[in-house]
T-cell receptor, first 113, second 114 residues
Framework: AQSVTQLDSHVSVSEGTPVLLRCNYSSSYSPSLFWYVQHPNKGLQLLLK??????LVKGINGFEAEFKKSETSFHLTKPSAHMSDAAEYFCVVSDAQGGKLIFGQGTELSVKP | NAGVTQTPKFRVLKTGQSMTLLCAQDMNHEYMYWYRQDPGMGLRLIHY???????AKGEVPDGYNVSRLKKQNFLLGLESAAPSQTSVYFC?????????????FGQGTRLTVV
C-alpha cells in the first residue's frame, strides 16, 4: 500500500531564508507525487507534481521538489521564504490505480519577519 | 471560472440531525471525491466517484452516503450526525485518474455537530 510521511508537523523560518519541508513515501511501484498548499481558511492548491518525467520538479511561487528514489523522498524547497508562504503544506501520493490521493499529515510553515 | 463549488460553507448540526453537502464542478471532470480534514491527520478520503452513476468507499466511509446522479454534482449525506463528524469537508474533482493529473479542490465546508 502507498503511504506518505511528512517528517515535521511545524517548520518556522525567517523571511529571506531557505525553506525545507521533508516528505518520505512508500510505494511498491513508480508513484505520482504532489505537493499541495493550503492557506488559512482556503481550499488546497497544487504547488507541483512529479510524474516520472524529471526528478527535479519546479512549481509555482519559486518552490521545487526533488524525487529521490533511493531515499524514497520528495522534499519541498524554496531558496528564500516570503511572508505569503505561511500556510500548511501537504505531500500527497496517488494510489496504484490513480483513483485517489493519499495525504501526509501536513506541515505548517511559519515565516517570521 | 467557478471550478469546484461547495454548499454550504458553514453549518452547525445537532446530534442525530441529517444534512446533505453539495459539490458542483463545471470542468466536465469524470472523477469526484469527498475528503474530511482533521487536525494532524491530513485529508482522509470518505467516498469517491469515477463517473456519473458510480460511487466507491474510501478510507473513512462509515456514517456517510453519497450520490452522483449528474456528472457535475457529487452529494455527501449524513443521515444521523455525530460529534465525531465535526470536521472540515473538502470536495475535489479531476479529469482522469490521478496518476498524472491534479485534483481541483473546493473551498471547504466547516461542519460542527453539537
Amino acid at each position: 500500500a502507498q503511504s506518505v510521511t511528512q517528517l515535521d508537523s511545524h517548520v518556522s523560518v525567517s523571511e529571506g531564508t531557505p525553506v525545507l519541508l521533508r516528505c518520505n513515501y512508500s510505494s511498491s511501484y513508480s508513484p505520482s507525487l504532489f505537493w499541495y498548499v493550503q492557506h488559512p481558511n482556503k481550499g488546497l492548491q497544487l504547488l507541483l507534481k512529479y510524474t516520472s518525467a524529471a526528478t527535479l520538479v519546479k512549481g509555482i511561487n519559486g518552490f521545487e521538489a526533488e524525487f529521490k528514489k533511493s531515499e524514497t523522498s520528495f522534499h519541498l524547497t524554496k531558496p528564500s521564504a516570503h511572508m505569503s508562504d505561511a500556510a500548511e503544506y501537504f505531500c500527497v501520493v496517488s494510489d496504484a490505480q490513480g483513483g485517489k490521493l493519499i495525504f501526509g499529515q501536513g506541515t505548517e510553515l511559519s515565516v517570521k519577519p | 471560472n467557478a471550478g469546484v463549488t461547495q454548499t454550504p460553507k458553514f453549518r452547525v448540526l445537532k446530534t442525530g440531525q441529517s444534512m446533505t453537502l453539495l459539490c458542483a464542478q463545471d470542468m466536465n471532470h469524470e472523477y469526484m471525491y469527498w475528503y474530511r480534514q482533521d487536525p494532524g491527520m491530513g485529508l482522509r478520503l470518505i467516498h469517491y466517484s469515477v463517473g456519473e452513476g458510480t460511487t466507491a468507499k474510501g478510507e473513512v466511509p462509515d456514517g456517510y452516503n453519497v450520490s452522483r446522479l449528474k456528472k457535475q454534482n457529487f452529494l455527501l449525506g449524513l443521515e444521523s450526525a455525530a460529534p465525531s463528524q465535526t470536521s472540515v469537508y473538502f470536495c475535489a474533482s479531476s479529469s482522469h485518474s490521478l496518476v498524472n493529473t491534479e485534483a481541483f479542490f473546493g473551498q471547504g465546508t466547516r461542519l460542527t455537530v453539537v
